[in-house]
């Protein structure tokens, strides 16, 4: 069955096995050649901030007010938004963490940051992806209209583009 939010879903979808791979990277942390690891952490990063955070950012912009509207609470998804704070922040962390891969190893205590973030991102986004498909995508399922949909998601894009354009 075919639902109105079905782009939305495909897209989680689609951004799912890169958010495995955040967790794919930490487990691997110690466990494999510091060269392996700077490419995981590289792609793990590009994914995050050219990808990741522009779907954010037109969640933000499009999506949230939106379900704020239909619920008669524009405060509804005030969790949802500081999630998407806390995977900034975690991505900047990582962002500095990963400017530490430079050399030849890793040393414990930055084994442990790398972990703990890789580790928090993806837990953070997996239950954020959650409680979007559990939660939100239902009832916009049950009270938007196609047309509003369709504005929703044409919103959701121009945002999204827009964010990846600004990514340096």
Request: hydrophobic share 45%; aromatic share 4%; no cysteine.
């Amino acid at each position: 069955m075919t639902t109105l939010t079905q782009p939305l879903r495909d897209e989680h979808k689609d951004l799912l096995p890169h958010i495995e791979l955040l967790r794919t990277a930490a487990d691997a942390i110690g466990d494999v050649p510091i060269v392996s690891l700077r490419r995981s952490v590289e792609d793990a990063y590009a994914f995050l901030t050219q990808h990741l955070l522009p779907h954010a950012q037109a969640e933000e912009r499009a999506l949230y007010p939106v379900v704020g509207r239909l619920m008669g609470a524009p405060e509804a998804t005030a969790t949802m938004s500081r999630d998407h704070v806390e995977i900034g922040r975690l991505t900047e962390e990582l962002g500095s963490l990963r400017s530490r891969l430079g050399g030849t190893s890793l040393d414990a205590s930055e084994e442990r940051a790398l972990r703990r973030v890789l580790y928090g991102l993806f837990t953070l986004v997996s239950v954020h992806f959650a409680k979007e498909e559990e939660v939100y995508l239902p009832i916009l399922d049950a009270r938007l209209t196609a047309d509003e949909a369709a504005r929703m998601f044409a919103a959701m894009e121009r945002a999204a583009q827009e964010a990846r354009s600004q990514v340096g």
